[in-house]
C-alpha cells in the first residue's frame, strides 16, 4: 500500500549514541518533514524537505541533521543521542509544491527512548 | 509565525453526548485549517479541512468543524460520540504563505464513557 513507512518503530539508544531514523514515501511527494511528538506539546517540526537536495530546519532542530539524497528518503540523523531527545518521530510527506494546502500524509512513528 | 492553540487537554464525555473541541489560531491573512486524529499507538491521521469556500466542513464519520475568521477558531464538534471516537485530536494551521509547513495545537485527548 503507498504511503510513508519509517522504521525502526522502537528504539533504545544509550546517551551520547548516534543513529538514523529511516522514512520513504512511495506517493512521489516534494514534500517531506520530521516532527517530534511530546505530551502536552503536540507536535513540532524539526526539519524538512520541499525536493531532492534542498532542506531546512524547523521549529526545533538542535541536535538533528537531515538529507534528501532522492525524493523517496529523508533520513533523520541524531547526532549524539541525549534524553530530552526521547520521544515519539513521525515523518510526514505532502504532495503540495506550488502551495496549494493539502494534508500530510504521516507514518506511523518511532519510540525512541535515550538512557 | 503562526501559532494554534487547544483550550482543552482533556475532554471526557459519556457515549452519544455532544461534544465540542476548540482551537484559535494566530490571525493570517490567508490559512489552510486541519483536524487530525491519533488513535493509541497509531500514527496521525487527516479527520478533515479547511481550504477554502463553505466555512462549515464535515468528515465521514459525523464530526465538523466551522470556520470563524472574525474569532480566529476552528472548533471541532459531534452531535453524539461513540466510544470508538476516544483518541487524540490535533488542530494544525498552514498559513497560505508557509509552503508545506503545519503548526499543530497541543493536542486534546477525548475519552468516550460508556
Known amino acids: 500500500n503507498a504511503g510513508v513507512t519509517q522504521t525502526p518503530k522502537f528504539q533504545v539508544l544509550k546517551t551520547g549514541q548516534s543513529m538514523t531514523l529511516q522514512c520513504a514515501q512511495d506517493?512521489?511527494?516534494?514534500?517531506m518533514s520530521w516532527y517530534r511528538q511530546d505530551p502536552g506539546m503536540g507536535l513540532r517540526l524539526i526539519h524538512y524537505s520541499v525536493g531532492a537536495g534542498i532542506t531546512d530546519q524547523g521549529e526545533v532542530p538542535n541536535g538533528y541533521n537531515v538529507s534528501r539524497s532522492t525524493t523517496e528518503d529523508f533520513p533523520l540523523r541524531l547526532l549524539s543521542a541525549a534524553p530530552s531527545q526521547t520521544s515519539v518521530y513521525f515523518c510526514?510527506?505532502?504532495?503540495?509544491?506550488?502551495?496549494?494546502?493539502?494534508?500530510?500524509?504521516f507514518g506511523s512513528g518511532t519510540r525512541l527512548t535515550v538512557v | 509565525a503562526q501559532s494554534v492553540t487547544q483550550l482543552d487537554s482533556q475532554v471526557p464525555v459519556f457515549e452519544e453526548a455532544p461534544v465540542e473541541l476548540r482551537c484559535n489560531y494566530s490571525?493570517?491573512?490567508?490559512?489552510?485549517l486541519f483536524w487530525y486524529v491519533q488513535y493509541p499507538n497509531q500514527g496521525l491521521q487527516l479527520l478533515l479541512k479547511?481550504?477554502?469556500?463553505?466555512?462549515l466542513v464535515e468528515s465521514i464519520n459525523g464530526f465538523e468543524a466551522e470556520f470563524n475568521k472574525s474569532q480566529t477558531s476552528f472548533h471541532l464538534r459531534k452531535p453524539s460520540v461513540h466510544i470508538s471516537d476516544t483518541a487524540e485530536y490535533f488542530c494544525a494551521v498552514r498559513g497560505g504563505t508557509s509552503y508545506g509547513k503545519l503548526t499543530f495545537g497541543q493536542g486534546t485527548i477525548l475519552t468516550v464513557h460508556p
Open positions: 506517493m512521489n511527494h516534494e514534500y
Open positions: 479547511y481550504l477554502s469556500g463553505s466555512t
Open positions: 510526514a510527506s505532502s504532495y503540495s509544491r506550488t502551495g496549494g494546502a493539502n494534508g500530510y500524509t
Open positions: 490571525s493570517s491573512v490567508s490559512v489552510y
